[in-house]
């Protein structure tokens, strides 16, 4: 199994652009999840979904970010526009029931700069 | 809320040290606790903590988890350098699917 996969692996861009994160979870695994990532405030849960549909996204910073799973096999995060303060790793994560049951398996994540 | 917290953030010791690490928590349902590593990349599972009492073991890592005082420690003896890395602890409840993390222990094990 290849694992989680997450694209780019590094996102360099100028405060104001859009930037997209992508992830390719384990097949067969029902659940997914967004985290962040910063020396500040350690591994952060942005948003999970379970099935495809977003269960609790509670900790989406604020509007210029959405994230969504079209299908089982991807999901991506959005920020639109991008701020320097959203420079972080951004780790996605899928699991076979749920964190709750079964662990986490986590991408390489992105890091993100943002200038 | 729920909260994860980790003792000490960081720790530096030498090789063939034994060293334990600490994760106490305070989450509603309580229903499992995970021990992850985080080397250059992404954290690695390590161990999940279910019932209390019940050491898991893997080598020279091991850890155990104590539902009525709310803490799980991990112990890693002989320590290697190789063992240098962050340690996350995560709870999940009942009450979701999500894991809260933990800040993390910065173990660094010195030749």
């Known amino acids: 199994d290849a694992g989680v996969i997450q694209s780019p692996r590094h996102e360099v861009t100028e405060m104001g652009q859009e930037v997209t994160l992508r992830c390719k979870p384990i097949?067969?695994?029902?659940?997914l999840f967004w985290y962040r990532q910063t020396m500040m405030r350690g591994l952060e849960l942005l948003i999970y979904?379970?099935?495809?549909?977003?269960?609790?996204d509670s900790g989406m910073p604020e509007d210029r970010f959405s994230a969504k799973m079209p299908n089982a096999s991807f999901s991506t995060l959005k920020i639109q526009p991008s701020e320097p303060r959203d420079s972080a790793v951004y780790f996605c994560?899928?699991?076979?029931?749920?964190?709750?049951?079964?662990?986490?398996?986590f991408g390489n994540g992105t890091r993100l700069t943002v200038t | 809320e729920d909260k994860v917290v980790q003792s000490p953030l960081s720790l530096v010791v030498h090789e063939g040290d034994t060293v334990t690490l600490n994760c106490s928590y305070e989450v509603t349902n309580f229903r499992s606790l995970l021990w992850y590593k985080q080397e250059k990349k992404a954290p690695t599972f390590l161990f999940m903590l279910t019932s209390s009492g019940i050491e898991k073991k893997s080598g020279r890592l091991s850890s155990i988890l104590d539902k009525k005082e709310l803490f799980s420690i991990l112990n890693i003896t002989a320590t290697q350098t190789g063992d240098s890395a962050i340690y996350l602890c995560?709870?999940?409840?009942?009450?979701?699917?999500?894991?809260?993390f933990g800040a993390g222990t910065r173990l660094t094990v010195k030749p």
């Open positions: 994560a899928s699991s076979l029931e749920g964190g709750r049951i079964s662990p986490l398996h």
């Open positions: 995560a709870v999940g409840s009942y009450n979701n699917n999500d894991m809260r």
């Open positions: 979904f379970n099935n495809n549909v977003p269960i609790d």
């Open positions: 097949s067969g695994h029902n659940s």
